[in-house]
């Protein structure tokens, strides 16, 4: 929606640089990661996911890296473009409640000509 | 786009009046959620389904009920409003089975309590 961004965290780039979106989060259970990215005015879209026996996944142009020492999870973007532009969320589960997602508040990328 | 549609887009209404609010789905998934987003917090689920007539509470469920009598519709009712329920309302569905699955989301309702 168009007020999630108000109080958010702010990374600007410039189009054509790497992005990193970070995310930290504290339940030892957790067992499966998402990160999605919402635009305004719309809902939250899948990006891609992870489980706790990877370390890192690769999507199109982008890759997620999971360090389950120090709880820590980030979001690569490469080659960032305008249409990146939005807020991005990070989201888990825990071995004991695989139905239930819980979010972090979000990050808003901006992305620079 | 998963086939989610959410019902109104917008809406305004006074303290005191019911409201409902309706999500559907074309995917045939079993489980269905709906939350809501302020600004500050993370999406904060108020109630989801895992089963037609099989509902559960979320962290914010006061104030909120829900039915469930088909798999493709998944009702979220403020029988009261108040103006602490205005937000804007996702609803998420997901196949479940026990194994972690993305959810995947409508496009939001904006609800406007006054």
């Known amino acids: 929606g168009e007020n999630v961004g108000l109080h958010l965290p702010t990374l600007s780039v410039q189009e054509g640089d790497n992005s990193i979106i970070n995310c930290a989060y504290s339940?030892?259970?957790?067992?499966?990661f998402i990160w999605y990215k919402q635009e305004s005015g719309k809902g939250p879209q899948f990006i891609i996911d992870?489980?706790?026996?990877?370390d890192k996944r690769q999507g199109q142009r982008v890759t997620v890296l999971l360090n389950k020492t120090v709880k820590h999870l980030s979001l690569q973007i490469a080659a960032t473009q305008p249409g990146d532009s939005a807020v991005y969320f990070c989201?888990?589960?825990?071995?004991?409640?695989?139905?239930?997602?819980?979010f972090g508040t979000g990050t808003r990328l901006q992305v620079f000509p | 786009d998963a086939g989610i549609t959410q019902s109104p887009r917008h809406k305004v209404t006074e303290t005191g009046t019911p409201v409902t609010l309706r999500c559907h789905q074309t995917?045939?998934?079993?489980?269905m959620y709906w939350y809501r987003q302020d600004p500050g917090h993370g999406l904060r689920l108020i109630h989801y389904?895992?089963?037609?007539?099989?509902?559960d509470k979320g962290e914010v469920s006061d104030g909120y009920s829900v039915s469930r009598s088909k798999t493709e519709d998944f009702l979220l009712t403020l029988e009261s409003a108040t103006s602490s329920q205005t937000s804007v309302y996702f609803c998420?569905?997901?196949?479940?089975?026990?194994?972690?699955?993305?959810?995947?989301f409508g496009d939001g309702t904006r609800l406007s309590i006054l």
């Open positions: 998420a569905i997901s196949p479940g089975q026990g194994a972690n699955q993305p959810q995947h």
């Open positions: 339940n030892s259970a957790s067992d499966y």
């Open positions: 992870i489980r706790s026996n990877m």
């Open positions: 989201a888990e589960s825990s071995l004991y409640n695989t139905d239930k997602l819980i």
């Open positions: 995917e045939n998934h079993r489980y």
């Open positions: 389904s895992y089963g037609v007539k099989d509902t």
